[in-house]
């Protein structure tokens, strides 16, 4: 008591406590701001991005933030994660550094940049965690607004584990749906599609979210005033407070240097969103910046004397030290004593943080030195390899680059030698590939015993009793049997409720097993990629549907930035085995035809692109990522769902294996690969072309994204020596992706007789009607004349040219 001067204390001895607690984990957090940008400064990290000016109120929002709930944020928390116990000051300093040990940076093991948050979802297995035990934080990434689509799933899950009965038994994942889904994004970032996108779902699907905004007034050098209508993010969303009629959003706005009123408003908002399921906006405003935005440049070439002047009046820590002297009554000394305390403590983490990198570093530079040091003694090439050595012992702030760069290049001046020092530093090379492969390129697909290519291959079963029916019965039986056999799968998109999709693979599903499990979305294709994600990462099983690839391109940034580099980033930290649900290819006129395969392969690596040919091989891949914690995506055949298929018996059983092509048609004169609707069409031309004489191997490669992992296609081009891709996609699209996995990966080069063809479809979007699609996407003509061009410069006796003098 004695600090208090007793005569005007109004707070409790307790309350005392809890503030100047508050306040020292404040200045720790605004030190550890302050010492980042100095190593970063000092060469020591590349780029540093920092939570100062943002305390007070993370402090705040972090008292109501329970177990059990979740976080999807940005770079700016580290006073929060720190207050919920997350993050140590340690582990902060370990990301800045990247250091690539999951012991010292457990968010993304080194493979983020600093700032970038994240809880561990999974167990060494890579079983889920009990969530409700766990103060859970959705993984970080950097795209402006990008954790918004997430966000809505995260909150959308709570309403599915309290109104679905069938969930109740999941007790490690969910309270009753108790949970709240908080996030946090830069007013800046409001301007997003994303962020209003997201807004607004959560206003339809009243769900528990919080969302603070916190508001310095910038976005990096840009002012308010461009961002964003009223110059407030709240007054601007004004419309979606809700009414006594009407349900939307409860909006609060509080002062971010105000710690009495972020408290109680948190804890108003809190309860609110947690009892009533009702989505709260948090608009915090008067935050300030100290160190601008990052350290790639200062803020005083932007900000004006008098904002600078307005922003030390107004840091938050400054006035909560005002405010403790002035109102609480607490000695200025004992508050210096607090900071000092809290400032040596961040100091300490840091040199814990620094010590613990080099030296995890620095055993490769010392052995590599070991080793040069043996070379330079054995004489040839002494003097230079000295240079090298000298060169790498030089370097301040020793990086795993330069002692690689020093192994190499030494390697390369002992190309004559084989003795035994040699041979260590080879041994040595060997092991830090290996090593290097672990930090920087592991975990892009699931390791656990769910992998999906890991999956039980299961035929499918046939009787005489097999029904001939349309394709999309085979996919609404698959659908049927998976949503009654476990209560965690569900499926939403836009039409995909009542109606059961477009093409009725999910007809009469809504009425037998509930609105909760087939359920219609508004038309936003980024939130429903962000719900999918939310609703996976809290162990549900969600099939969420695109309805036309074309639309793709909508939802590509969240399914890019988020879903697909999730479980890399994290390194095994956190999975959303999300089926994303799609159809494409060919049908009528642009954007009903798309058929950008080369786009998602280059986006979405990460992810699974599964391309069947037809419904019964779409329910065996949908059976197959059932069972897998993999995400991915099964782009449907747009013209498949009326054509006649026979229903196998274990329409919910059987399974498809990914990355195992099958070969259509077996013939000796040429291999073509595709997938996709295209595979009718190649095998009308190859029934052509065997008129001419010509027999076509053709191969449906099944799966781009994993592509032929038996080389079943080599073991074709070793008999044919020829080979053509086909398929809808642009020129140098994903039949250039196909031929330079055969080619090259497989190594096909070698048995090639005939130079390797593609077929695709024209540079621009496929017209409209038959005609446009006739003249846009290959036809049968076109596969037909492709191949046979490839015959006839083979053998133009046996294969006179069709059109003499054109080069087709
Ligand atoms: C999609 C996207 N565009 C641009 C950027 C570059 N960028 C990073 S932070 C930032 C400003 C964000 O400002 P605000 O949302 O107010 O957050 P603050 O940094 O002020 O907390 C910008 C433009 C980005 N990361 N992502
Ligand atoms: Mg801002």
């Known amino acids: ?316 820590i400054r006035r909560m030290r005002e405010w403790i002297i002035g109102d609480v009554h607490i000695l200025q000394e004992e508050v210096d004593a607090i900071e000092k305390e809290a400032k040596a403590s961040a100091r300490q983490a840091k040199d814990r943080a620094w010590k613990a990198f080099t030296n995890d570093v620095r055993k490769d530079q010392l052995r590599v030195t070991e080793i040069l040091e043996k070379a330079v003694k054995q004489g040839e090439r002494g003097a230079e390899i000295l240079h090298v050595k000298n060169d790498l012992l030089r370097s301040i702030n020793p990086t795993r680059l ?100 477009v093409n009725q693979g999910f007809a009469g599903l809504q009425a037998k097993h509930g609105e909760l499990r087939v359920t219609d979305t508004g038309i936003r294709e980024c939130t429903i990629v962000g719900q999918g994600i939310g609703v996976a990462l809290r162990g549900l099983k969600p099939i969420v549907e695109i309805q036309y690839l074309d639309y793709f391109i909508y939802a590509l940034p969240t399914l890019s930035d988020d879903l697909a580099c999730l479980y890399y980033r994290t390194k095994g930290g956190q999975k959303a085995p999300v089926i994303v649900r799609t159809r494409g290819h060919r049908l009528e006129g642009v954007w009903h035809a798309g058929s950008q395969v080369g786009m998602l392969l280059s986006a979405l690596r990460g992810m699974y692109i599964i391309s069947p040919r037809n419904m019964t091989q779409a329910a065996g891949f949908y059976n197959t990522m059932l069972k897998s914690d993999d995400p991915s995506v099964i782009i449907e055949c747009l013209n498949g769902y009326r054509l006649k298929e026979r229903l196998p018996d274990n329409i919910g059983e059987f399974t498809v294996p990914l990355g195992v092509p099958e070969i259509l048609r077996s013939g000796n004169d040429v291999t073509i690969v595709t997938y996709g609707s295209m595979c009718r069409i190649v095998m009308e031309a190859a029934e052509d072309l065997e008129k001419s004489g010509i027999f076509s191997e053709v191969i449906d490669a099944q799966t781009l994204l994993p592509f032929d992992i038996h080389h079943i296609i080599l073991e074709s081009v070793r008999k044919t020596n020829r080979i053509v891709f086909a398929d809808e996609d642009v020129p140098g699209g994903a039949t250039s992706f196909m031929m330079q996995k055969v080619l090259e990966e497989q190594g096909a080069y070698q048995y090639m007789d005939s130079k390797p063809v593609t077929i695709t479809g024209k540079e621009h979007r496929p017209a409209y009607a038959s005609d446009g699609d006739y003249f846009s996407k290959p036809s049968t003509e076109d596969v037909f004349e492709k191949v046979y061009a490839l015959m006839s410069e083979v053998d133009p006796i046996r294969y006179p040219p069709l059109y003499p003098g054109k080069i087709v």
Request: charged letters at 25%; glycine letters at 6%; hydrophobic letters at 35%.
């Open 402 to 501: 330069e002692t690689m760069k020093a192994a190499r290049k030494t390697i390369r001046l002992l190309i004559n030698d084989n003795g035994e020092v040699k041979a260590e530093l080879l041994e040595w090379l060997r092991r830090a590939d290996e090593d290097n492969l672990d930090r920087y390129s592991s975990h892009l697909h699931s390791i656990s015993d769910e992998s999906a290519l890991k999956v039980e291959k299961i035929d499918a079963v046939y009787t005489d009793a097999s029904p001939l029916v349309d394709g999309r019965e085979v996919l609404q039986a698959c659908f049927d049997a998976a949503l009654t056999r476990d209560p965690r799968v569900l499926a939403f998109g836009e039409d995909v409720g009542k109606i059961g999709d």
């Open 1 to 316: 008591m004695s600090a208090i001067k007793e005569v005007k204390a109004k707070f409790s001895q307790t309350k005392v406590k809890e503030i100047l607690s508050d306040y020292r984990l404040a200045v720790e957090s605004r030190e550890a701001s302050l010492i980042g940008r100095r190593e970063v400064f000092m060469g020591k990290a590349k780029f540093g991005i920092f939570g100062d000016g943002k305390e007070i109120a993370q402090i705040a929002m972090a008292k109501v933030f329970r177990k059990g709930d979740f976080r999807a944020g940005y770079y700016r928390d580290q006073t929060f994660m720190f207050a919920i116990g997350q993050l140590t000051v340690q582990q902060y300093f370990a990301q800045l550094y990247a250091h690539t040990s999951l012991e010292a940076d457990p968010a993304s093991a080194g493979r983020l940049m600093n700032g970038h948050y994240a809880t561990r979802f999974l167990d060494q297995e890579g079983k889920l965690i009990n969530f409700t035990e766990n103060k859970n934080s959705s993984a970080d990434i950097s795209p402006t607004a990008g954790q918004m689509p997430r966000l809505v799933g995260l909150a959308y899950a709570s309403k599915l584990f309290r109104e679905n009965s069938a969930l109740k038994e999941y007790t490690n994942l969910s309270h009753h749906g108790d949970e709240i889904a908080f996030g946090t994004i830069g007013n800046a970032s409001t301007s997003e599609g994303m962020f209003f996108e997201a807004v607004n779902a959560a206003g339809v699907l009243q769900v528990p979210m919080l969302i603070s905004v916190w508001d310095d007034d910038y976005g990096i050098s840009v002012p308010q005033e461009y961002h964003t209508t009223k110059e407030s993010i709240s007054k601007a969303l004004a419309g979606f407070q809700r009414t006594e009629n009407d349900k939307g959003f409860e909006i609060i706005t509080v002062k971010g240097w105000d710690y009495i009123a972020l408290i109680e408003e948190y804890q108003r908002a809190e309860k609110i969103c947690r009892e009533q399921h009702i989505p709260v906006l948090f608009h915090v405003q008067e935050m300030t910046q100290p160190q601008g935005h990052s350290t790639s440049g200062s803020h005083e070439r932007y900000k004006s004397k008098e904002r600078l002047e307005w922003e030390a009046q107004h840091d938050c």
